[in-house]
T-cell receptor, first 112, second 118 residues
Framework: DAKTTQPPSMDCAEGRAANLPCNHS???????VYWYRQIHSQGPQYIIH???NNETNEMASLIITEDRKSSTLILPHATLRDTAVYYC?????????????FGAGTRLFVKA | GAVVSQHPSWVICKSGTSVKIECRSL??????MFWYRQFPKQSLMLMAT?????????EQGVEKDKFLINHASLTLSTLTVTSAHPEDSSFYIC??????????????FGPGTRLTVL
């Protein structure tokens, strides 16, 4: 079973920041938080990941709470092309043997 | 990020035939490959995990004799749907993970193969 909880859907206005929350209250000390997104009829695309510090890349920012029980993915300036299903996943860091299990994700609709 | 390709991108076949889907990691060596299945408006469901040179490990409820997985090299895995039936129609996605030398492994996904069984 997925170890994360996300809202099923969210709306965002084009050009505004999209903040997607994720709860992972049972996360273990060696587990990273990963975010992927899936645009319709495509394979999932990696966005960002983190362990305990906030992270930022060219796509998004990841804010992880101090107790690591929740996180927020931030798309700073959402565009129509960001409409997709966003998956928050926790996954162990050690090599080999672990599996990526997808939950239901959040369906983000970016509206003009 | 690394590139994972799948071939074919879509396939239509008659009921009872077998279909092979290829998954390749193009610019890295994939020590582990995963196969997922996704039905319309549902999330990805993990079918099996395979490590190069060894037998695949199937998730509960996935028939290993129906979904044959071969991971013969560090860049290629194949999924064969044997004696396909209309209920096997789905979007099949592979994923490849390689060792990057860091304390976490990168995992990348293919574009998916849409299988339609008539």
């Amino acid at each position: 079973d997925a170890k994360t909880t996300q809202p099923p859907s969210m709306d965002c206005a084009e050009g505004r920041a999209a903040n997607l929350p994720c709860n992972h209250s049972t996360i273990s000390g060696n587990e990273y938080v990963y975010w992927y997104r899936q645009i319709h009829s495509q394979g999932p695309q990696y966005i960002i990941h983190g362990l305990k510090n906030n992270e930022t890349n060219e796509m998004a920012s990841l804010i992880i709470t101090e107790d690591r029980k929740s996180s927020t993915l931030i798309l700073p300036h959402a565009t129509l092309r960001d409409t997709a299903v966003y998956y928050c996943i926790v996954r162990a860091a050690q090599t080999g043997g672990f599996k990526t299990i997808f939950g239901a994700g959040t369906r983000l609709f970016v509206k003009a | 990020g690394a590139v994972v390709s799948q071939h074919p991108s879509w396939v239509i076949c008659k009921s009872g035939t077998s279909v092979k889907i290829e998954c390749r990691s193009l610019d890295f060596q994939a020590t582990t490959m995963f196969w997922y299945r996704q039905f319309p408006k549902q999330s990805l469901m993990l079918m099996a995990t395979s490590n190069e040179g060894s037998k695949a490990t199937y998730e509960q409820g996935v028939e290993k004799d129906k979904f044959l997985i071969n991971h013969a090299s560090l860049t290629l895995s194949t999924l064969t749907v044997t004696s396909a039936h209309p209920e096997d129609s789905s979007f099949y996605i592979c994923s490849a993970r390689g060792s990057s030398g860091r304390d976490y492994d990168e995992q990348f996904f293919g574009p998916g193969t849409r299988l339609t069984v008539l």
